[in-house]
């Protein structure tokens, strides 16, 4: 095992670990909760190495002044980073206190054995543990070399059922999220937010008339702070009434979105490897042994974080040091981007991080972070919590750009694919708040008396990142032409969610490899295996095959399957789902099967509800989820006019991994969700006929699709 990265920049082992006196062991990450259960998983990966129990274990996540530095929690790499890291911290930790108990003890290192931190000596029987030998103190060393490790066939922790660290608190309704703290005196804020982000304040009042209020105003930011919380509400409402706003309309119109992708073209790039380069794009044309070409389009609309709670922060500015509780996903970043915003020195910002309703991506959790700065120092030394409302988080979120996939693949005489042409428009998918010097992705410093600029838009050129992740296909084929197309100016906001543009392209790919099975008059699962060379991913797509079961035999049921591996370097994921189509259009989710291959699994029962919950979510943005707007602004401000799926509409699911134990682990939580919308199109399909390209299948989408293909049917009820 290589030296990882995170300790190579922090490499200083009591930032890692320290053994407290009351018998516990204090692990640190970078990295934060976020619902995926880290916190669990990095507490059995030092549990495994340092010979304790989990229950031990104590884990401190991201904190600016404590923790070691890990940018960002993102791209489901939190295991293979931080848990990488951690386990190479902890068996440091371990043989220096090993060496400790054999110089207290006068025995080689060789005989000690440890449980639960109980060393003992095979030579004398004298014991020691580690609080007696460390409690308290720092270990002052740097971690120069890999320590030795233990071999993975030996774990009696990793890879076994453990309970949530992080739910105990949940469950029993603590203080456990962001918007419960409570610091002495805590004030409360609300933002007046514009119609649109590029408007212009007309006209404010300078008070209103409730107790115990101020009105903050910088330029086109405004927010109201209160003593009572209800209060801060009541004037936040109140103050929205009496102020004007100017703006321009909101243009493209929404329906003109996939044009607009395809004619506003700021660069295209191939793609080779996963990896955009900047040359000239390649011509290809069919070849002469290919005896039917399909062509197809598909379609990802702007779609929502739409965390289930508001975001939230709470800041305190005293003696010129800004204090920030914030559940960023980055909350080293954070601090970057807030010094330069505020005009202080970075080291005079301190970030640390609180949990929040769960989402994965970049939602409104930084900027909401500067909402409560701006108003705690314009009123110090009061904290001040800042809470979004509900169309504040839905009408100003950074939301997942809209993209446009084109097909178009050639078969020969054997059904198999001898020519493979994708094409990918979208914008942005990676805003997130960071160093910029003379710009920022905070929003609220774009509406300040003296603003800040957003940081221009430039296409991502690393592997695997924004528009062109998982462009590649998982299969092998002779002749690939694979472009990303960059498109700068967006009507609406966009920056990262769940998956990035995996889950668009993965729809588009395994959507497509299915109409090409249906074209060669393959089984979907024939036609797959006969283009994987790589047998993981083939293992993976038998396990699934061997764990579906049997299909109804109702008249518009159907089962549609899908697979890839994420960013085509983690974990494989096969996803095969069963659908009931109604007349009406509606479609159900009656079960889904998962397969997974993550190499080693840590925490099993973590790995499984990462790949269900990425399911699910992907789910409801397939059959759900779109955002709306009209030239005055975004339109989707609430759960009627932006649904997501609801308890009553989730499958039963069956999960099942291949624990590769001698492997390293890979980053899972993004796995599921390009397959899922793929293997319900695709079902549909099965059940119907249908081919539905457009996301989300509304009844109205998949009526339509029907009117077209199935207009004599008479499964189809006209309405």
């Not at 639960?116 to 002052?140: K, M, P, V």
């Not at 500015?317 to 996903?329: A, E, M, P, R």
């Not at 110090?380 to 809209?402: I, L």
């Not at 708040?433 to 710009?439: C, F, I, M, V, Y």
Request: charged share 20%; net charge negative.
């Amino acid at each position: 095992m290589s030296m990882p990265a995170s300790i190579e920049r922090t490499p200083g082992l009591d930032r890692w670990i320290r053994i407290a006196d009351n018998g516990a062991v204090i692990v640190s990450t970078g990295k934060v909760e976020i619902g995926q259960g880290i916190k669990t998983a990095i507490a059995m990966i030092a549990a495994e190495e340092l010979d304790v129990s989990v229950e031990r274990i104590q884990v401190q996540t991201a904190d600016t002044e404590i923790t070691p530095n890990e940018y960002v929690t993102a791209g489901s790499m939190s295991v293979e980073d931080s848990g990488s890291a951690v386990r190479v911290a902890s068996a440091a930790a371990r043989q220096i206190l090993l060496e400790s108990a054999a110089e207290k003890l006068h025995v080689a290192v060789d005989t000690l054995t440890v449980q639960d931190g109980l060393i003992t000596s095979g030579q004398s029987n004298e014991q020691t543990d580690y609080w007696s030998l460390q409690a308290g103190r720092l270990f002052e060393v740097d971690i120069i070399d890999v320590p030795p490790l233990k071999d993975p066939r030996s774990y009696r922790v990793v890879g076994t059922h453990t309970t949530r660290t992080d739910l105990p608190a949940k469950v029993r309704g603590d203080l456990a999220f962001v918007q419960d703290l409570r610091l002495p005196d805590t004030w409360h804020g609300r933002l007046v937010k514009p119609p649109l982000a590029d408007a212009t304040l007309i006209e404010c009042p300078d008070s209103i008339d409730l107790p115990d209020v101020e009105i903050v105003r910088d330029g086109n930011f405004v927010g109201v702070v209160a003593k009572l919380e209800a209060v801060a509400i009541a004037a936040a409402e109140r103050l929205a009434s009496k102020v004007r706003w100017q703006s321009k309309p909101l243009e493209p119109p929404m329906p003109g979105i996939p044009g607009y992708l395809r004619t506003h073209v700021s660069k295209s790039l191939p793609v080779v490897s996963g990896m955009p380069l900047d040359e000239t794009l390649p011509e290809q044309a069919t070849p002469d042994h290919a005896v039917q070409t399909l062509n197809a389009a598909y379609y990802r609309p702007y779609q929502m974080h739409a965390s289930l709670g508001p975001s939230a922060a709470c800041a305190q500015f005293v003696d010129g040091k800004l204090t920030v509780y914030s559940h960023s996903q980055g909350v080293e970043l954070l601090k970057r981007a807030l010094a330069p915003v505020l005009d202080l020195p970075v080291d005079r910002v301190h970030v640390i991080h609180r949990e929040g309703a769960g989402c994965y991506g970049h939602n409104g959790a930084d900027d909401v972070a500067l909402d409560a700065a701006l108003l705690a120092i314009a009123l110090p030394p009061r904290p001040v919590m800042v809470k979004w409302s509900r169309a504040d988080e839905h009408g100003f979120e950074p939301y997942a750009p809209a993209t446009v996939i084109d097909m178009q693949a050639s078969l020969d005489a054997h059904g198999r694919i001898v020519d493979w042409c994708h094409d990918t428009y979208s914008f942005s998918h990676n805003t997130r708040p960071g160093r910029n010097p003379g710009h920022t992705n905070l929003q609220s410093a774009w509406w300040r008396e003296k603003p800040l600029p957003p940081v221009p838009r430039q296409p991502a050129m690393l592997a695997e990142a924004g528009i062109h992740r998982n462009l590649e296909p998982i299969y092998t084929l002779p002749r690939k032409r694979l472009v990303k197309h960059f498109v700068a100016n967006s009507p609406l906001r966009t920056s990262s969610l769940r998956s990035l543009g995996a889950f668009a392209n993965v729809f588009a790919i395994e959507s497509f490899m299915d109409e090409l099975a249906h074209a060669a008059g393959k089984d979907p699962f024939e036609f797959r295996s006969e283009h994987l060379a790589d047998r993981r991913a083939r293992a993976v797509l038998e396990l699934l095959q061997q764990r579906a079961p049997g299909l109804s035999g109702d008249s518009n049921a159907g089962r549609g399957i899908a697979m890839a591996r994420y960013k085509n370097r983690q974990t494989y994921c096969a996803v095969m789902v069963d659908v009931h189509v109604e007349d009406d259009g509606q479609v159900r989710l009656d079960h889904a099967v998962i397969s997974a291959d993550a190499g080693l699994v840590i925490d099993p029962d973590g790995l499984i509800n990462q790949l269900e919950g990425g399911f699910i979510q992907a789910a409801s943005w397939t059959l759900k989820e779109q955002v709306t707007w009209d030239h005055e602004g975004v339109t989707s401000r609430d759960w009627e006019s932006y649904p997501i799926l609801t308890f009553s509409e989730i499958p039963t699911i069956a999960t099942y991994l291949i624990d590769r134990r001698l492997d390293q682990p890979m980053g899972a939580g993004e796995a599921s969700t390009g397959p899922t919308p793929a293997a319900i199109a695709n079902a549909i399909f099965a059940a119907v006929g249908v081919r539905v390209r457009d996301l989300p299948f509304t009844p109205e989408r998949v009526k339509l699709a029907a009117g077209m293909e199935l207009a004599n049917d008479t499964r189809w009820e006209q309405k």
